[in-house]
């Protein structure tokens, strides 16, 4: 099993004071008042908008409607708001989207703004008419009065608007809106608005903030207020819909779509690996049993024994992307009982740097492919959780640091609570966020790796150093390393034992029984047949997008979060 790497404690943005839980109690309690201020708002404006719609001449351009086959004129093209531009200007379309806001200029005049697929979004203009096509004052009451978050369809013209519209993220060009059919009815009260949806979470807890909590809300540069992500998840559907979680979850698909087309184009093979495993036999303690036909079975914690099989039996390159699971009570914003690992393991040639380099690449090919296809994306999830851009090594200069040295440079260079740190005793998480300041500030990179860690930081499976080299009082060295990014470890990995002589006698060493369930079987494979040297590593895709961007949780990262209270939704 690879070591899982620690995560980061929120933070408050830079420049800005550290945000204390009653703070964020107390900005939950306001986000629920002003949506029930939004609720009696929506209320009113239901109340004003109930006419009669008998005499209205407009009255077949406009209403609840759920098929709308026969609704729109037959020349109206049916458009996405990401697809319109110059050409459109002029012509008749059809666009569904979400309303997110609606404003009255008069009587006779209303805007309303509409948004489809993540952050793209226009405005319209409802305006009456008494010309055809025919609008009427009642149909702009209407339209304007429609509850945010509903699903609408609209046929309009395409037209310049006098200037830029600043605010949609298509400025140049607005809709000019003559039918307008409600396809499915948000509630008058939402659980949570858009605008607080895009806010950033700055509560991270899973207990309820009380509503009377007497301190003052955290200071933000704006006056809407953020939402606990007890609140997000709570309302899973807004949360989704904030254009800072899509960007989120588009830079997510990137992530895989990088790592599997780096090693497909380097002869590696892709396989599943079980969830389900007949023996905890990875860790113990930290695994999820299961009833299993009158047996008991496990939630897998990592796919390692599985990549070795596969070595073992010829496959020579193999990669894998798939859940992971453990079961620790750690209830920080750093920690999930569910992820998804990102793994690869390989036969080595000459050396076990085969497999660092191999791993190198892949995560420097996903961070400089990122940076260069999802641009838009890193921007929108910026504007809400500001960081600095991922200082990357330039090609030939990456920096790979043994554990000794790693260790060294933070007793010399680093804070002073650091200068007794020993080379044979595991970096804690402050210490490693310690190293990743010294690390930016001397090679000005986010990205470096640490080397030959002391076999009493790694699991029995971790190869020796044939050198014989030690550290403190003695302790060998292992050729095991692990990436960071930001000061945060993502990637954990190194060569493993191929001989089963040498693998019984670690596993021994680490007081575990080598005839126990789960590692019998394990070292058995290895006595079968001859197995060659290989190695690999364990990435978390969740902290790789989570610390790519800098975000104050790796819950944010994740399509469902899952944590020891919470399963649901």
Do not use: W
């Given at each position: 099993m690879e070591p899982t790497p620690e995560q980061p404690a929120a933070a408050a943005a830079p420049g800005e004071a550290p945000v204390s839980k009653k703070g964020a109690k107390k900005a939950e309690a306001k986000a629920k008042k002003e949506a029930l201020k939004a609720q009696r708002a929506a209320e009113l404006a239901a109340q004003a908008a109930a006419v009669t719609l008998e005499d209205d001449p407009a009255k077949d351009s406009y209403g609840d409607r759920k098929d709308t086959t026969s609704a729109f004129s037959p020349d109206a093209q049916a458009v996405e708001i990401r697809e319109l531009d110059d050409s459109h200007i002029g012509k008749t379309v059809v666009v569904r989207a979400w309303l997110q806001n609606s404003r009255v200029q008069s009587a006779k005049m209303g805007f309303v703004e509409l948004r489809k697929g993540g952050n793209w979004n226009i405005q319209g203009v409802v305006m009456a008419s008494d010309n055809a096509p025919v609008v009427s004052r009642r149909m702009v009451k209407w339209i304007t009065s429609i509850n945010p978050e509903s699903y609408i369809a609209v046929e309009a013209t395409v037209k310049q608007p006098l200037e830029p519209v600043k605010s949609c993220r298509v400025s140049g060009l607005e809709l000019h809106i003559t039918k307008c059919y409600v396809l499915a009815p948000a509630p008058a009260m939402l659980g949570m608005t858009m605008g607080v949806a895009s806010q950033p979470i700055v509560n991270f807890s899973d207990e309820k903030a009380p509503a009377d909590d007497a301190e003052a809300a955290p200071k933000t540069e704006t006056t809407v207020p953020a939402a606990s992500m007890l609140t997000h998840l709570d309302n899973i559907a807004m949360h989704k819909r904030a254009p800072v979680q899509q960007?989120?979850?588009?830079?997510?698909?990137?992530?895989?779509?990088?790592?599997?087309?780096?090693?497909?184009?380097?002869?590696?093979?892709?396989?599943?690996?079980?969830?389900?495993?007949?023996?905890?036999?990875?860790?113990?303690?930290?695994?999820?049993?299961?009833?299993?036909?009158?047996?008991?079975?496990?939630?897998?914690?990592?796919?390692?024994?599985?990549?070795?099989?596969?070595?073992?039996?010829?496959r020579e390159r193999v990669f894998s992307i798939s859940p992971v699971f453990r079961a620790e009570n750690s209830n920080t914003p750093r920690h999930m009982t569910e992820f998804t690992?990102?793994?690869?393991?390989?036969?080595?040639?000459?050396?076990?740097?085969?497999?660092?380099?191999?791993?190198?690449?892949?995560?420097?090919?996903?961070?400089?492919?990122?940076?260069?296809?999802?641009?838009?994306?890193?921007?929108?999830?910026?504007?809400?959780?500001?960081?600095?851009?991922?200082?990357?090594?330039?090609?030939?200069?990456?920096?790979?640091?043994?554990?000794?040295?790693?260790?060294?440079?933070?007793?010399?260079?680093?804070?002073?609570?650091?200068?007794?740190?020993?080379?044979?005793?595991?970096?804690?998480?402050?210490?490693?966020?310690?190293?990743?300041?010294?690390?930016?500030?001397?090679?000005?990179?986010?990205?470096?790796?640490?080397?030959?860690?002391?076999?009493?930081?790694?699991?029995?499976?971790?190869?020796?150093?044939?050198?014989?080299?030690?550290?403190?009082?003695?302790?060998?060295?292992?050729?095991?390393?692990?990436?960071?990014?930001?000061?945060?470890?993502?990637?954990?990995?190194?060569?493993?034992?191929?001989?089963?002589?040498?693998?019984?006698?670690?596993?021994r060493a680490k007081g575990i029984s080598p005839d126990s369930a789960g590692i019998k079987e394990y070292v058995t494979t290895f006595r079968q047949v001859g197995v060659p040297p290989h190695g690999g590593g364990g990435i978390g895709l969740d902290r790789v997008v989570a610390w790519f961007l800098a975000l104050p949780s790796v819950h944010l990262a994740a399509c469902y979060p899952r944590t020891p209270k919470r399963l649901m939704p």
């Open positions: 960007a989120i979850a588009d830079i997510r698909i990137e992530v895989k779509r990088f790592f599997r087309s780096y090693l497909e184009a380097r002869r590696f093979k892709e396989f599943e690996p079980p969830c389900l495993i007949g023996a905890a036999s990875e860790g113990g303690g930290n695994v999820f049993r299961l009833a299993y036909f009158g047996e008991e079975a496990f939630l897998a914690q990592s796919p390692q024994f599985y990549k070795q099989f596969e070595i073992a039996g010829g690992g990102l793994d690869l393991e390989m036969e080595i040639k000459e050396s076990y740097t085969e497999v660092l380099t191999t791993l190198e690449g892949v995560l420097l090919s996903i961070f400089r492919g990122l940076q260069e296809r999802c641009a838009e994306e890193i921007e929108t999830v910026r504007s809400v959780y500001h960081s600095e851009p991922l200082l990357l090594p330039e090609p030939g200069k990456e920096v790979r640091l043994t554990f000794a040295e790693a260790q060294k440079l933070l007793r010399e260079e680093g804070p002073a609570e650091f200068a007794n740190v020993r080379d044979d005793e595991d970096m804690s998480t402050p210490q490693e966020k310690a190293l990743g300041e010294v690390v930016r500030t001397k090679y000005k990179t986010d990205f470096y790796v640490i080397d030959k860690f002391p076999e009493t930081a790694r699991p029995f499976y971790a190869k020796i150093d044939d050198s014989g080299a030690t550290v403190g009082d003695g302790v060998k060295v292992t050729n095991a390393f692990d990436f960071f990014i930001r000061g945060q470890e993502v990637l954990s990995g190194g060569q493993r034992i191929n001989d089963p002589a040498e693998l019984e006698e670690r596993i």
